[in-house]
DNA sequence: TTGTAGGCGTTATCAG
DNA sequence: CTGATAACGCCTACAA
């Protein structure tokens, strides 16, 4: 038996066309588009490439074709469980597909995201993901520019530059602050770090919703813009529980910070819920574990990247969806943390 | 002025030259090297350049040169945080360079991980890191055909592909387990999950620390090969407490899983340090809030990011650093969780 | 459904 | 230090 030699990297496409008996151009539709060969061809092509361990060049491929096979992804933080779960997400949809994935980190900067746009614009990308829907006037005019499909991820609002996934932040935290109004807690404060846009809105919908049952006040709310960790919720908790001793739960901008605001109530002895409640956002996977179970909102970011890329590759094959922005919802899973009031 | 116009309606290399004057090699030679030309023609092909806002055909290049400016990086999973702390290392470090990062998954399988290498092998990347010391015979056999610098990160041993930034799991993992013989425990348990090469040099470490003070005991090692998790620590230290009621300590895998176990002698009322002490792995932020502050052992992971791509670029740029293995070390950072045992 | 030409924009090679 | 000549591996036409 012959011995191939998948580990040299030099065989071209001329060779595997060589070897199943086709022309080049024939063994190359194959890659792109099996279905327009001929069952038999198709077969003698696949078995040629698989024996010589065929790896497509991608540089002269995108050479000769005009395009880049690459799909550009902008979030704002690798170490954000959030959007590591959204980026599994896009990675496992495209991961075997003819695009791959390139990442990069905007540090939460508008500035950054502004300037990696560009350089995504110079490359041309086949198709662009991006976090949120805040982008600078500058930014959507730079993608704007790019002629490629785009999806927004992780949140939904008006104005989609081309599509969106994600759901509603505000509305979460809605539904999350009135879950506690509902269990009969009304002092309840709010926990911010970061504050970035998403917080932002997370904090809006934690006012209307304290607004629309009179209970809103001003004392209640503690913030920062420092980075939201878990060490971080206990410290704010401390600040917040001086300045309104009288709350009696708190809706957290995050599950870190909600850990964190937990742990400070174990050294505290402050128990949870009877003396405080307590709600975090996103449902990381220890809040179910936490003593109490943390009540959380759970969110589907996971989903949210593999529809990213579903609608792009849709999109950039001539099929855009119907749907150009998805809502993915969410579900309050409510917990011991948030168990109805004692009155 | 006449100016043909190219079908990527891009401006070309060509037209650069043509408008300095020189040959387009002159004119690329400039973008590549620029001190290789004479003063007068430099400056006339960079206004030229600027003044026509010539952008570099990356593909063109990539299959002219054999070789493509980026850096390929696999990691195991993309929602560890010890990985993510790692890649922000090597996306701050490469940030703003002349080389992009290409991030693959590989999902802890060698399976996966040989094909992605031989993806990357196609795209004759200008370096490569990988995670980890035991990649499979025939992916090491993929790299040593690519021709580029190799980081291995994440941990050190011998026989590196090319070089090697991290630390050793098992002198970790036996120096914390020391911290607990030290601190008077002797019936230290092990609880172990994924179990992959990393996890199984840290129980080596923990067996090898047990053995020297002739306390190791079969009945005190719990593992699976599930994905880590929180509540999964709790489960397994259910079943550790089952199986061996005798336990005084606990060395966990990593520092969820301590985390679950913290939180489930919480709900067992196993009092923390008194009646169990607990350690876990890698430091994450939440270990030293928690309630008692978690023992655990740091790492340098952000480092080994950073220095792994310095590393690269070094040897890319023909200065292959002296020092192929570099040790980050770890450090045991002592706290509530582990106080010296009252007798 | 398949094949024939020619070129995509850049760089390696080897002279001068 | 500079330049002519060939590739590089694949794809877009168009034709059969």
Do not use: W
């Not at 060049?57 to 690459?70: I, P, Y």
């Not at 198709?127 to 993608?143: C, Y």
Request: aromatic residues 6%; proline residues 6%.
């Amino acid at each position: 038996m012959e011995r191939k030699q998948p580990l040299s990297g030099k065989v071209r496409l001329t060779e595997v066309a060589q070897l199943a008996g086709v022309s080049p151009i024939t063994a190359s539709r194959f890659f792109r588009n099996p279905n327009a060969l001929s069952a038999g061809k198709r077969e003698r092509v696949e078995s040629a490439a698989k024996e010589l361990g065929y790896v497509p060049n991608l540089a002269a491929r995108a050479l000769a074709s005009h395009r880049s096979e690459v799909i550009g992804v902008l979030i704002p933080s690798l170490t954000n469980n959030v959007f590591a779960d959204m980026l599994r997400g896009v990675y496992d949809a495209s991961d075997g597909g003819r695009y791959s994935v390139q990442l990069a980190n905007t540090r939460y900067s508008n500035f950054q995201e502004e300037r990696l746009l560009r350089i995504f614009h110079g490359q041309k990308p086949a198709g662009l993901i991006v976090t949120g829907i805040n982008q600078t006037p500058e930014s959507r005019a730079v993608m704007r520019n790019m002629n490629c499909p785009i999806v927004q991820v992780m949140e939904i609002g008006p104005e989609p530059i081309d599509m969106m996934v994600g759901f509603s932040h505000s509305d979460a935290a809605f539904a999350a602050v009135s879950h506690l109004i509902e269990r009969g807690y009304t002092r309840i404060g709010f926990v911010g770090a970061r504050m970035d846009p998403r917080g932002q809105r997370r904090f809006d919908g934690y006012r209307d919703a304290m607004k629309a049952a009179s209970l809103f006040n001003q004392r209640y709310v503690i913030t920062t813009l420092s980075p939201s960790t878990v060490p971080l919720g206990g410290i704010l908790l401390s600040d917040l529980v001086t300045k309104a001793p009288d709350i009696d739960a708190v809706f957290c901008i995050n599950d870190d910070i909600a850990l964190g605001v937990l742990f400070e109530c174990q050294r505290r002895q402050i128990a949870v819920p009877e003396q405080l409640a307590i709600v975090g956002f996103n449902d990381l996977e220890f809040m179910g574990s936490a003593v109490p179970s943390l009540t959380s909102v759970r969110t589907n970011r996971y989903e949210m990247g593999r529809k990213a890329i579903e609608m792009l590759t849709a999109a950039m094959d001539g099929h855009p969806p119907q749907e150009r922005v998805v809502d993915l919802g969410f579900e309050i899973m409510a917990r011991g943390s948030s168990l109805p009031r004692r009155t």
